[in-house]
């Protein structure tokens, strides 16, 4: 078997899938039980100053080829997550995903969350249907710049950017995190989305338009990691629409040096890391490919 060994923006894995931030990452219990099913770590649940019930009901759908969520960040708050992550990082490598306003919130976040044991922090520039939060933070480059270099005269542990698709100036955005020192990005966040349900003549989810995820989204964030690795050489983390080895190895083509997996543990099941692991390592043997790192950006060349 080749080893499926992977370093990203100062950490190291021994399995390149990483379970995305909003999915069975909640609790401490359920980011434990996603180590057992081979996730190389597990991303918590976007975490604000303050508790946030998030949006009303509905909030969630399944259209085809995925899903349409407007969760709207529900969290308990960082003082009362403490507790989850003690539980999870005595399992395996947590990263935590914080939102916020501004650098100031982000920085907050971020000492808290590396206090708590993170291996490295997440900012969650991202987020389509948040107001004053995400993406309507994360597609200002001067802003995400400043972000990025207030968290990181904060902590002392790496510091991911996780970017919005819902631009069309993708590898500016990049660039900023990069000049700021950020140490690696993550892409992408769900797309803009809507539905509307006929029947009542009006859009399904409460707050009207939400985020779409799932295998749907996967040709754009294979092109958005493309794209950001002609411009960038911090490492790229991919994610869209992963559900198995192939999914995966088209986002370590393009560019990632690891990913993560949201909507298939969902569709599929937590057990989608196995396969995936499995999957990966038979192509890297028939292939040739003897790391990760090898197979890295290979579409480019
Ligand atoms: C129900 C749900 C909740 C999500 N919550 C968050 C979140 O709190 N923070 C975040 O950065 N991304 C969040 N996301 C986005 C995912 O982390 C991921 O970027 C996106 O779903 C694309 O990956 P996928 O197609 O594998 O799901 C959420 C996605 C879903 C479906």
Known sequence: MVSLKTSIGGIDLDKPGMVASGIMDETGPSMVRMFSCGAGAVVSKSVGLEPNAGHANPCFTEVD???????????????????????????????????????????????????????????NLSCPHAKGYGMEVGTDPSMVKEI??????????????????????????????????????????TLKAMVICPEFA???????????????VKPVGVRAVYDLRTVLDIPIIGVGGISNWRDAAEYIMAGASAFQVGSAIGTVGPEVFGSINEGLSSFMEEYGYPSIGSMTGVAHD
């Open 65 to 123: 080829g995925g899903y349409v969520n407007a969760m709207g960040l529900p969290n308990p708050g960082i003082e009362l997550f403490r507790e989850e992550m003690e539980t999870a990082t005595r399992a395996g490598k947590v990263v935590g995903s914080i939102y916020g306003a501004g650098p100031e919130d982000f920085s907050m976040l971020a000492g808290k969350m590396e206090d708590y044991g993170a291996c490295a922090v997440e900012l």
């Open 148 to 189: 990025v270099s207030a968290v990181k005269s904060a902590v002392s542990i790496p510091v991911w950017a996780k970017l919005t698709p819902n631009t069309h100036i993708l590898p500016s955005i990049g660039m900023a995190v990069q000049e700021a020192g950020g140490d690696a990005v993550v892409a992408i966040n």
């Open 202 to 216: 009006r859009p399904l989810l409460s707050n009207k338009f939400g985020g779409l995820s799932g295998s749907a």
